[in-house]
């Protein structure tokens, strides 16, 4: 991000950057940006909350009226209010027993959750009016299906031309996610994205099934396999010891 | 899901220490109020229309994003599990803040804003987005843009 910044600016256009990480902004230097204090993944704080947003916006923006740089670095000096706990979020209803144990029970589980959770996943799209479901061009049902062949130990083709198999797998595991975070929000109360992940990466099948995918790839003969479940699974915050 | 405070201590200092260029000039271009300016967006979290080419893996390219996008056509595919989605996915306002831009738009409190905004994938080489960013600034200068807000994620 702050590369960019040097490189339009030096075409002639003045930019400003949100930083979410301190200390890279401080090494790169770019000639505006405004540290915020947020997760990250949203620079521009709480979700649907445009009041904040607008705040953080103006503030970044008006540091293009400065002259006194470069190079400017402002702090935003308000937390995140969606930070907290929300007491009254409750998880949707999915079938428990979240799979232990076998690759089988594991993909059974998997696909299962995902037939249970769609009513909610439904009440979702209905509430936001959008998903962020569809990175991999599959219907959920067929990412889960997709996902399950793997846990199953088989090395499944890719179900979609132009995308090889370890590519379509990333995309497929993180609609997997997003359909299930997206269910779990669905409704009035406001959870912070740490109880969300709790329960997803705690108490679902979902998150049981991409432990273990990520644990048995973490072996797998292709390195393109093997990079994926390093990186590309579990967050690294939500990664188990293993062994 | 995280701040960089709380993740576990080698993950953030990799992330702070991350490797980008050293610059040895310092750009800084001067212009008008708010109010005289045209903004675009320019995103590093991964964006890309719905059913057009996503971010593979580490692409140093860049998708382009209408300014009349539904949010329904919005995805992204970067390539990071590291970073809270749950916010966006609730209200991408948070990382793309296309609504709160036209709000200040249709006030005056800005010039204008682009009809086009664009994005890359962040956790690619900075190196090899500079030719794409340079040849971006022209396509942005052509659009009479003359102020970019850049925004990760």
Same mark, same amino acid.
């Given at each position: 991000m702050s590369a960019l910044g040097h490189y339009l600016e030096e075409e002639g256009l003045a930019t400003v950057a949100i930083s979410l990480i301190r200390p890279q902004t401080e090494n790169t230097r770019p000639p505006r940006a405004l540290w915020v204090p947020f997760e990250l993944?949203?620079?521009?704080?709480? *979700?649907?909350?445009?009041?904040?947003?607008?705040?953080?916006?103006?503030?970044?923006?008006? %540091?293009?009226?400065?002259?006194?740089?470069?190079? %400017? %670095?402002?702090?935003?000096?308000?937390?995140?209010?969606?930070?907290?706990?929300? *007491?009254?979020? %409750?998880?949707?209803?999915?079938? &428990?027993?979240? &799979?232990?144990?076998? &690759?089988?029970?594991l993909a059974s589980g998997l696909t299962a959750e995902v037939v249970a959770l769609r009513g909610a996943h439904q009440r979702w799209v209905e509430q936001y009016r959008r998903t962020t479901v569809g990175v991999s061009g599959l219907e959920i049902a067929a990412a889960a299906d997709y996902v399950a062949a793997w846990l199953r130990g088989t090395s499944p083709e890719s179900p979609r031309e132009g995308y090889s198999a370890p590519l379509l797998l990333r995309f497929a595991v993180d609609d997997l996610k997003a359909y299930a975070l997206e269910a779990a929000a669905a409704g009035s109360a406001k959870p912070a994205s740490r109880q969300l992940g709790d329960w997803l990466w705690n108490e679902t099948a979902t998150g049981a099934a991409l432990h273990a995918l990520r644990a048995a790839l973490l072996n797998a003969e292709d390195q393109r396999l093997r990079l994926i479940a390093e990186n590309f699974i579990v967050p690294g915050t939500r990664v188990r010891a293993t062994g | 899901m995280t701040r960089l405070s709380d993740l576990p201590p080698a993950q953030a200092k990799r992330l702070a220490e991350i490797e980008c260029p050293k610059f040895e000039t310092t750009p800084f271009v001067a212009g008008p109020p708010l109010s005289q300016r045209k903004i675009a967006i320019v995103s590093s979290a991964g964006l890309f229309r719905r059913g057009s080419e996503p971010f593979r893996g580490r692409d140093t390219d860049y998708r382009v994003v209408p300014g009349d996008i539904a949010w329904e056509d919005l995805l992204t595919s970067h390539i990071s599990v590291n970073f809270d989605r749950t916010g966006l996915q609730e209200d991408w306002n948070v990382a793309f803040p296309l609504d709160r831009m036209k709000e200040l738009a249709a006030e005056g409190v800005i010039g204008g804003l682009a009809g086009t905004h664009y994005s890359f994938m962040g956790a690619a080489d900075p190196v090899g987005m500079e030719p794409h960013a340079r040849e971006l600034a022209g396509r942005l200068k052509q659009e009479e843009v003359d102020s970019v807000l850049l925004t990760p994620v």
């Open positions: 993944g949203r620079p521009f704080g709480p *979700p649907s909350d445009p009041a904040f947003q607008r705040r953080v916006l103006l503030t970044a923006l008006r %540091l293009l009226e400065r002259t006194d740089g470069p190079v %400017l %670095l402002e702090d935003f000096p308000d937390d995140d209010p969606r930070w907290q706990l929300d *007491p009254n979020w %409750l998880p949707p209803s999915i079938p &428990g027993g979240a &799979g232990e144990g076998s &690759g089988e029970a | -």
